[in-house]
């Protein structure tokens, strides 16, 4: 089974995004709150994706996406940033980092969530294949 982490800081806008991957296929899905959260949670469970919020206390997604493609388990996870609509530049900013999407908050449209996970597992499944 696929292993997701969401990494939000907003409880309504994780429980949105949680709801919709549960209706979308049978994936492990495991949560963090800030950046700190994120880098343990993803060197301990080693997630297949991580939907990183940028703006988070303790530390914020930027931070935390540039150290985790830093580590041995950032090369192998795709990361899809989740944006504020009203942060015009944070989409492109965002793949400049080594974010592999983005993704508006909130997030509504569960097909273009379906469309985007698909394309990302299989991306990196197909790089783990030649790895091996
Ligand atoms: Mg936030």
Same mark, same amino acid.
């Given at each position: ?13 994780? @429980? ?5 991957? *549960? ?8 949560? +963090?709150?800030? #950046?700190? =959260? ?30 985790? @493609? ?5 090369? *192998? ?8 609509? +009203?942060?015009? #530049?944070? =989409? ?41």
């Amino acid at each position: 089974m696929k292993k997701i982490l969401v990494v939000e800081d907003n409880e309504d806008n994780r @429980r949105i995004l949680v709801y919709r991957l *549960r209706k979308i296929g049978e994936f492990e899905i495991i949560e +963090a709150q800030n #950046g700190v =959260e994120a880098i343990e949670m993803t060197e301990r469970h080693i997630p297949d994706l991580i939907f990183m919020d940028l703006k988070m206390p303790v530390m914020d997604g930027w931070e935390a996406t540039k150290r985790i @493609r830093q580590t041995d388990v950032g090369s *192998r996870v795709a990361i899809i940033a989740l944006t504020a609509q +009203a942060m015009a #530049g944070d =989409e492109q900013k965002a793949l400049a980092i080594g974010c592999d999407d983005y993704l508006a908050k909130p997030v509504v449209d569960p097909e273009l969530v379906r469309t985007k996970l698909e394309r990302l597992l299989n991306k990196y499944e197909a790089s783990e294949a030649v790895l091996h």
